[in-house]
Nanobody, 124 residues
Framework: QVQLVESGGGLVQPGGTLKLSCAAS????????MMWLRQGPGKGPEWVST????????WYADSVSGRFTISRDNAKNILYLEMHSLKPEDSALYYC?????????????????RGQGTQVTVSS
């Protein structure tokens, strides 16, 4: 069965860096666009970034563009999100998701499987 397992979250000071990982199994990872989303306390899901199947195209939300980098290793079936210059407003549960084929790249509901998430807290 499809499994997505995130890791790498934690507590970091403002301006700090974290790198999240998402280990995928149960499907042909290299054939799917993958996404990162986040959900802060009291907020709805927010799309963060999407990467194409072959890592040729990447898209970012305006709120993270220039600070976050999405990437993938199709040989290892791992999706990454490297986050720099973190701000308190980046605090959220971050989760990876498998995009539904044909969904728009920034549709926060355009996925069929997601992981449980990893918590990121940005605070001094």
């Amino acid at each position: 069965q499809v499994q997505l397992v995130e890791s790498g979250g934690g507590l970091v000071q403002p301006g700090g860096t974290l790198k999240l990982s998402c280990a995928a199994s149960g499907f042909t990872f290299s054939e799917y666009y993958m996404m990162w989303l986040r959900q802060g306390p009291g907020k709805g899901p927010e799309w963060v970034s999407t990467v194409s199947a072959g890592d040729v195209q990447r898209w970012y939300a305006d709120s993270v563009s220039g600070r976050f980098t999405i990437s993938r290793d199709n040989a290892k079936n791992i999706l990454y999100l490297e986050m720099h210059s973190l701000k308190p407003e980046d605090s959220a549960l971050y989760y990876c998701a498998r995009r539904i084929m044909g969904a728009t790249f920034n549709d926060a509901s355009g996925f069929d499987y997601r992981g449980q998430g990893t918590q990121v807290t940005v605070s001094s």
